[in-house]
């Protein structure tokens, strides 16, 4: 096994075993992370394996990678271990049970009611293991009329209000989010709940069931807004751009047609400073943009004050000016294959090269936490089907290789 030690010190899930009965990304995500923080992830697979194996685009992407390996599962299933077991065999279900007696943390994703038909829902593995930590994830929650219904990510930025938020004003087509964002949220909370139990377990002694759903973690994604709104019994609504509250909270076009994002909130304190800095001081006392109040009243003549001006320079020009007061509060609009080359994207190791044994190096989106004594971090490869399953059934399990021919005749593990 690769090991995950730098420097001697392991990651901060050190010495946890977690059982990844997940597929596609909500689940996998949220075990894989564990898996970037140190955890032995176990991923259990059917005998033909997660279906996000077979995943061959992404919108334009191709997702091929040398060796038959796929970037979709790669990314999905790094730090993992991996078996394949048949769980509609009284003899693969078995497996299973010996590994949860020694685990810590089981996940899953599968459609309500699948895992107790295989005989490894909630009830039946506390049986086994009371301390034991059972993340699941659905697509609405595991309560409700529609608790059965499957669910990809584009439901969940649908029915959790994301593609609304996510539409421009005046748009006549509701916008979804690309990259998957509703599967990584829903899996960071779900992550984020296991962690959760885990400590819950330690101080109280307390195994439990955590339920984490696409409409629960993207409506908490959007969680400060929808509880303003209902406080405040007013919409938060999308951003207009050409007639913002605050002009100096909005993004205007460079004359290089990149865009810059300013984002002073306190709109008082910057709008000397900043419109000094443009070279707009006739607009400071101009009346009609005396206070806030004021300035949102007639945002668009303010905007198109500002849009003349930001097409005069490049965003680089702008960047060198406004960097020289060291104070002004905005960022470039950058795509994603530019992050790479990101200056801080570079001196956090956001990004990372792993050296894959099979496709050699590659970079990868990095664990986004840093810490300090205890670190994460890509330690290994995604497995192929089944690729552990002999090494944990025979050294982890005690099956002898006499089992594991038996094991094989009945069509338990491959
Ligand atoms: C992802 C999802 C849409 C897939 O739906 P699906 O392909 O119809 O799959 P289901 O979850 O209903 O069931 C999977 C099947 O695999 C079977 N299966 C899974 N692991 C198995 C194993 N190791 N051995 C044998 N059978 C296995 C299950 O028994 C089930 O078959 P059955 O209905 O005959 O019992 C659905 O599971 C879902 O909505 N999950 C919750 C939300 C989610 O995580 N979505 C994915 C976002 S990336």
Redesign the pocket.
Known sequence: MVSNRVNGVDGPLKGIRVLD?T?????PVSAAMMGDMGADVIK???LDGD?GRALSRASTMSLNLAGGRNAYFEACNRNKRGIA????TPE?RDIIYRLVEGADVFVQ???KG?AE??GIGYDTLREINPRLVYGS???YGPEGPDAYL????GCGQARAGLMMSATPIGAKVPARISQGVS?QIGAIMLCNGILAALVARNQQGVGQRIDTS?LSANMWLQGLGISMSLMSGTQFGAYDRNNPRNALANMYECGDSRWIQLMHLQADRYWTPFLTALGLTEVIDDPRFATLEERAANAPALVAILDRKFAEKSFDEWDALLRESGDFIYAKVQTIEELQYDSQVIANDYITTFDHPVIGPVKMCNHPNIYSETPAGIWREAPELGQHTEEILVEELGYTWEDIGKLQEAGAIP
């Open positions: 009965w597929m596609w990304q909500f689940g259990i697979e059917a279906a077991v048949n769980l509609k693969g994703n599968f459609r699948v038909r295989l994830a659905s697509g499957p669910s990809f990510d599967d696409h």
